[in-house]
């Protein structure tokens, strides 16, 4: 099934470019990603004089997700299925006592989910869409994306 890599991307060894998976211009992606089933990657025409995104080495992004407008994924970050990151889009780290914001920046390790804030309008308070920290990437984790390493090791093409 197709995927796409757009003109000026760089996309790492062994990483995994799944079917629908759509990389935009210079987004630069690392070794040993996972970009899942219908993933959306940005490039710098989305929208114009954007940054590019990186996602660093070992990340997974989960079936589903869109990271846009230079937004940046840490070295073997797992974002669940449908989390949405653009450059301004808060990512909540609700692990400890109190929560620790990000903007369009998903720290190393961690595991991340789509979450949302009550913001206040002039017409009144509504939820808004974010990204939430739940945890970090752990050996369960691992265990949950080892199909990928058995690919690898056995030079599978997907």
Not at 31 to 41: A, E, F, M, P, Q
Not at 106 to 122: C, D, L, N, R, W
Request: hydrophobic share 40%.
């Amino acid at each position: 099934m197709p995927s796409y890599v757009n003109v000026g991307a760089y996309v790492g060894e062994r990483t995994m470019v799944d079917t629908w998976a759509t990389v935009g211009s210079c987004a630069q992606i690392g070794s040993d990603v996972h970009l899942s089933g219908g993933v959306g990657i940005g490039g710098v025409l989305e929208p114009p004089q954007a940054a590019p995104v990186i996602v660093e080495n070992g990340a997974f992004i989960g079936s589903r997700c869109i990271v846009v407008e230079g937004a940046h994924i840490g070295e073997r970050a797992v974002l669940g299925a449908g989390v949405t990151i653009t450059g301004s889009s808060k990512v909540i780290d609700i692990t400890g006592d109190s929560p620790v914001e990000y903007k369009g920046l998903v720290p190393a390790h961690s595991v991340v989910i789509p979450g949302s804030y009550t913001k206040e309008f002039p017409a009144g308070a509504y939820q808004v869409p974010c990204a939430l920290i739940i945890g970090k990437r752990k050996a369960s984790t691992d265990l949950k994306t080892s199909l990928n390493d058995a690919l690898r090791e056995n030079n599978v093409s997907v």
